[in-house]
Nanobody, 121 residues
């Protein structure tokens, strides 16, 4: 049974940092690309980052490029999103997922609960 469990979100001030974690259950994550999605208040969920399954090539939305870093630990079946220099517009609920390839921009399995990131002074 596919399951994603996100954690690490918090209320932080602008300029702060967070590290989000995601535990993947039900399949071997190493065979798949991994994604982070964000749903900002009043907006649809959108992909913000992806890491490929084979070459670990990474992709970032322009809004987070240079500030966020996606990583994975296949041995632990976990992925991470390190967030630096956070801005109020980064506020939202963050979700992880896995899929065949970054190009598709879509994962499989049910969404987890997500983890809330709020950037505010």
């Amino acid at each position: 049974q596919v399951e994603y469990v996100e954690s690490g979100g918090d209320l932080v001030q602008p300029g702060g940092s967070l590290r989000l974690s995601c535990v993947v259950r039900g399949f071997t994550m190493g065979y798949y690309a991994v994604f982070w999605f964000r749903q900002a208040p009043g907006k649809e969920r959108e992909g913000v980052s992806c890491m490929g399954r084979n070459d670990n090539r990474t992709y970032y939305d322009d809004s987070i490029k240079g500030r966020f870093v996606i990583s994975r630990d296949n041995a632990k079946n976990m992925m991470y999103l390190t967030m630096n220099n956070l801005k109020p517009e980064d506020t939202g609920r963050y979700f992880c997922s896995a899929g065949s390839r970054c190009y598709d921009r879509v994962g499989f399995g049910p969404w987890g609960q997500g983890t809330q990131v709020t950037v505010s002074s």
